[in-house]
């Protein structure tokens, strides 16, 4: 069980990735052993494994998988943009017709972008 404690944490345990993988895959199937555990919040002798200090937080002992469900649903996005992107090198031969067809959904992805970082900050700081 991990305990953030605070809303919006996001440290190695408490970030969004450890949180849905938490929920839909369960616990049995993530790295009992991950990286962060060598860290000086979680290691008396950091770089290296070893016992945890006496205020080390919960977090340190969690399991974690860093390819977990939306690492890769991510990389099913990039990988899906870049064929979308592909396409339009090979269909319009002309630049200008080529730059117009990837201003569009570049700027709507920064406007996106924008609007997630935005609201995002809103609803931590509430």
């Known amino acids: 069980q991990v305990k953030c404690g605070v809303r919006g944490d996001s440290g190695p345990g ?3 990735v450890g949180m849905i993988d ?7 199937h993530l790295y009992g ?3 962060y555990a060598r860290s000086q ?3 008396i002798d950091s770089p290296q494994n070893g016992p945890l200090p006496p205020d080390a937080p919960s977090w ?3 399991p974690f998988d860093p390819e977990g469900l939306l690492s ?3 990389a099913i996005v990039t990988c899906l943009i870049g064929l979308q992107y592909g396409h ?7 630049h200008r017709e080529r730059i117009m067809h990837w201003l569009v959904p570049s700027f ?5 972008a924008f609007a997630m970082d935005f609201f995002g900050k809103d609803i931590v700081n509430s």
Do not use: Y
């Open 22 to 28: 938490r929920k839909i895959l369960g616990i049995q």
């Open 41 to 43: 919040q979680c290691s």
């Open 33 to 35: 052993r991950p990286v």
């Open 108 to 112: 709507g992805m920064l406007v996106l």
């Open 60 to 62: 340190c002992q969690a």
């Open 88 to 94: 339009i090198i090979v269909h319009f031969q002309k």
């Open 14 to 16: 408490c970030n969004a």
């Open 72 to 74: 890769s649903v991510m």
